[in-house]
């Protein structure tokens, strides 16, 4: 069944962070780098095996197919399975004011050293520009639901990836919507940190930060605000005829 929007439900949020301070403290950033290597390793496997799927199936399709991959991680990685404690695809959530109860963000990462009400919620788009699947299906139906409290309204930080299947990058399609976004007062991403190259020789990996303007319920200011929110954008080739791999050491 299931249950339409409403109003603000306090008492979902009561219960659901009851002793604990919002937001969350920040993850290391080295822990988030790692992360983004094992997505990029599970997405690596699957360019081998999966190839066509990666080219031609439904983002659900490739969704189910990355969920299975970094779940097999667990039983072959040390350092992922020290992390983490499990990967799920379209886990329900409820959204930062529990107006919606079934919220479900594409992967959930359960990591070992937090409450397992609060996972890392990473959201994927395809990038298509041909099919119409462009930097605004990624901005308005994937980034903004984290500056609006849909998701990882908890933490400081969240993932987007992109299944790319039009050679985009980040620099060349994702950098220029953000900065036509910047000429509209106001900024409808809200970013406060431009995009961040995070150095890697391999992956078309970079980081955003952006203000978030909903409160917190039941929290006198300035306790109710959750701050800022960084977000990571990996971007994986997914194209017919890409290559595609990362070291597994």
Same mark, same amino acid.
Request: proline share 6%; net charge negative.
């Given at each position: 069944?299931?249950?339409?929007?409403? +109003?603000?439900?306090?008492?979902?949020?009561?219960?659901?962070?009851? +002793?604990?301070?919002?937001?969350?403290?920040?993850?290391?950033?080295?822990?988030?780098?790692?992360?983004?290597?094992?997505?990029?390793?599970?997405?690596?496997?699957?360019?081998?095996?999966?190839?066509?799927?990666?080219?031609? +199936?439904?983002?659900? #399709?490739?969704?189910?197919?990355?969920?299975?991959?970094?779940? *097999?991680?667990?039983? #072959?990685?040390?350092?992922?399975?020290?992390?983490?404690?499990? &990967?799920? *695809?379209?886990?329900?959530? &409820?959204? @930062?004011?529990?107006?919606?109860?079934?919220?479900?963000?594409?992967?959930? =990462?359960?990591?070992? +050293?937090?409450?397992?009400? @609060?996972?890392?919620?990473?959201?994927?788009?395809?990038?298509?520009?041909?099919?119409?699947?462009?930097?605004?299906?990624?901005?308005?139906?994937?980034? *903004? *639901?984290?500056?609006?409290?849909?998701?990882?309204?908890?933490?400081? #930080?969240?993932?987007?990836?992109?299944?790319?299947?039009?050679?985009?990058?980040?620099?060349?399609?994702? &950098?220029? @919507?953000?900065?036509?976004?910047?000429? =509209?007062?106001?900024?409808?991403?809200?970013?406060?940190?431009?995009?961040?190259?995070?150095?890697?020789?391999?992956?078309?990996?970079?980081?955003?930060?952006?203000?978030?303007?909903?409160?917190?319920?039941?929290?006198?200011?300035?306790?109710?605000?959750?701050?800022? =929110?960084?977000?990571?954008?990996?971007?994986?080739?997914?194209?017919?005829?890409?290559?595609?791999?990362?070291?597994?050491?």
């Amino acid at each position: 069944m299931t249950v339409s929007s409403s +109003g603000p439900r306090p008492e979902q949020i009561d219960e659901l962070t009851r +002793g604990i301070e919002l937001p969350l403290g920040a993850l290391h950033e080295e822990h988030l780098a790692l992360i983004a290597d094992m997505i990029a390793l599970a997405w690596g496997d699957l360019a081998l095996n999966q190839a066509s799927i990666l080219a031609t +199936g439904s983002e659900a #399709e490739i969704n189910a197919l990355l969920e299975a991959r970094l779940s *097999r991680l667990l039983d #072959e990685n040390p350092v992922w399975e020290q992390l983490v404690r499990s &990967v799920a *695809r379209g886990k329900e959530t &409820v959204s @930062f004011n529990g107006a919606h109860l079934e919220k479900r963000p594409d992967l959930s =990462i359960f990591l070992s +050293g937090r409450s397992p009400a @609060f996972p890392l919620v990473v959201e994927c788009k395809l990038i298509d520009a041909p099919d119409g699947k462009s930097g605004s299906l990624y901005c308005n139906h994937g980034l *903004r *639901r984290f500056l609006t409290g849909e998701y990882g309204w908890s933490g400081r #930080e969240g993932f987007m990836l992109a299944y790319v299947r039009d050679e985009s990058t980040i620099e060349s399609c994702l &950098v220029p @919507f953000l900065a036509a976004g910047r000429t =509209i007062k106001p900024d409808p991403y809200a970013i406060r940190d431009w995009p961040v190259e995070r150095g890697h020789a391999v992956l078309d990996l970079a980081a955003t930060r952006h203000d978030r303007a909903f409160r917190y319920l039941n929290r006198a200011a300035p306790a109710d605000a959750p701050g800022s =929110i960084a977000i990571w954008h990996l971007w994986l080739p997914a194209w017919i005829g890409s290559t595609y791999s990362i070291s597994r050491t």
